[in-house]
């Protein structure tokens, strides 16, 4: 289990979080950088690729605003800012390896135009996002137990018994089961 500060550790300071798992980053007086926090990351593993709106599009904070396809299907994005998309990193489309590797970096997704200074006002600094994203991993973690309790009514062979252990929760789930599960907390 990570720890407070391994989670500190993995959050960038100058970028501010969404509790739905993205952050946001002034790069100019009415220009925000926008992608994935660690958690998200960590949920959607590798990304096969990514969809984004059109140059000029209007995104809506809380909203879908991109999807990040991985073998479950497209994952929708909700958006931590408001305004107008003026730039996509068109190079996550063939090689989204950064979206996982990097979320905070390169994996960064889009460039929005926002309406007014205030447009990251309700978003959250790194050091009162850790709390809220361990809490969410406990919460992860919790469910993903119960669904392998609810689909495992018996247990196969244990690792003793040539059982192979569980290293991929899609594959032991499923992956319409991990999907839905991921789209609770993103």
């Not at 990351?41 to 396809?69: E, N, T, Y």
């Not at 999907?179 to 609770?184: A, N, P």
């Amino acid at each position: 289990m990570r720890s407070m500060s391994q989670i500190m550790e993995r959050l960038r300071p100058g970028l501010l979080y969404s509790p739905r798992h993205t952050w946001a980053r002034k790069v100019g007086k009415r220009r925000v950088r926008v992608g994935l926090d660690p958690f998200a990351s960590d949920l959607i593993g590798q990304a096969l690729s990514i969809v984004f709106p059109a140059i000029r599009s209007r995104i809506d904070a809380g909203k879908p605003g991109c999807w990040v396809l991985d073998e479950t299907g497209p994952i929708p994005i909700r958006m931590p800012v408001s305004g107008t998309v003026v730039r996509c990193h068109k190079e996550l489309q063939q090689f989204p390896g950064p979206i996982g590797s990097e979320p905070c970096g390169r994996g960064w997704l889009m460039e929005v135009e926002v309406e007014g200074e205030r447009a990251t006002a309700g978003l959250i600094p790194p050091e009162a996002m850790a709390p809220r994203m361990l809490s969410d991993l406990e919460r992860f973690r919790r469910r993903i137990g119960n669904e392998l309790r609810r689909s495992h009514a018996a247990v196969g062979p244990t690792l003793m018994d040539g059982g192979e252990p569980v290293d991929d929760l899609r594959r032991a789930l499923g992956p319409s089961k991990y999907r839905r599960l991921i789209l609770e907390f993103l």
